[in-house]
């Protein structure tokens, strides 16, 4: 894409790149390409599309709005997030060593410790919000890094650019998923990232209708290792679900906006509540990483709001259950607002032990803030806290 268009806004190369005129018709949207094959110019002779699988025009324009709002040289739209992050470990060799999170999403978390394992992938976990225990895990076999822009259901923020930094050193690659940050508020490849990756059925698709996962890293070598990795193996993102997510990302500016504006507030009022013990939300001055949170952030803080209420495993899926307009569901990032409690839902697969070092306790609430008004959230949550 030219230096042009990429000086255009986020808002705007959301919007246009990747939604170029279709010069056969003028339409301003462009057409669903269905078709699994291509003809061919000759035996032997290849077009720039051939078979759906290595490569279709429908995901090659999500893929190209990807990497310009990523700041990236390219990206690679897979069938689900779980499948962006299996090809980011297909990287990876028997014997090989991954340092990451403990404040993982719970499916990350059982890919690297039930699949990774059994080809020989060793895996530790550790505390991303503290550079030094990072660097002492790290060991000669340490080939990735792997942390979330915002941590879960903690939300704790990593110090991005620390971290690249540790493991260059040591000559590993870094990833993030930058699921809850989306790249409209934070973009980790301008921090020394070298893959971020997204879980586009949240809020890149935004409207709890489609599930897809994306990367985008800014060196070509690596960009061609993922996608040897993905067209070997063929997790792709089908047309309809690349249109879906094409089309969510053109509000995804308006809407995590908006968004984040509604979490402060709802943190901020939970923060007051008599019922609730602690509140969990980088956007609040009481979060450990604020300052850092305030420098890497730009326009929101994200709309997930976690919390720990004052009561027990029963009281707290209560609660969860008790809320009208908050479904009682897992997922996050779309259009209508979400409450689960961790412990039971979204990071049941966590062994005990692990829930209990990691700090996932029974009373935690993990709320994503959808785009209903303030005031009826506010509402809803208010009662069912007093149930
Ligand atoms: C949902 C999610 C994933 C997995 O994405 P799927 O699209 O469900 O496969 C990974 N990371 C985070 C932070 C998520 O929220």
Known sequence: MSGRQQRDSFRTRAIHIGNEIDP???????PIHVASTFRQPGAGKWGEFDYSRSGNPTRTNLQNTLASLEGGCGALAF?????AIHCVTMLLRSGDHVVAGCDLY????RLLHKICNRSGIGVS??????PDAVAAAMNDNTKLVWAETIGNPRLTIPDLAALAA????RGARIGVDNTFGTPALIRPLEHGIDIVMHSATKYLGGHSDCLGGTLAVSDQNLLDELY????STGAVLDPMSCFLVARGLKTLDLRIRAQS??????????????RVKEVLYPGLNSHPQHPLASRLFGGGFGAMVTFELDG????TAKACEATRLFHLAVSLGAVESLIEQPATMSHASYDAEDRARFGISDGLIRLSVGLESFEDLQADLDNAIRQ
């Open 106 to 109: 719970g499916g990350a978390y």
């Open 228 to 231: 040897f990795i993905q067209n």
């Open 312 to 315: 027990s495993i029963d009281q």
């Open 79 to 83: 069938s689900s997030g779980m499948a």
């Open 125 to 130: 976990l550790v505390d991303m919000t503290d």
């Open 166 to 169: 540790i493991a260059h050193q």
């Open 261 to 274: 504006a509604s979490a402060l507030k709802i943190a901020e009022w939970l923060s007051t509540h008599s």
């Open 24 to 30: 056969a018709t003028g339409a301003v949207v462009p």
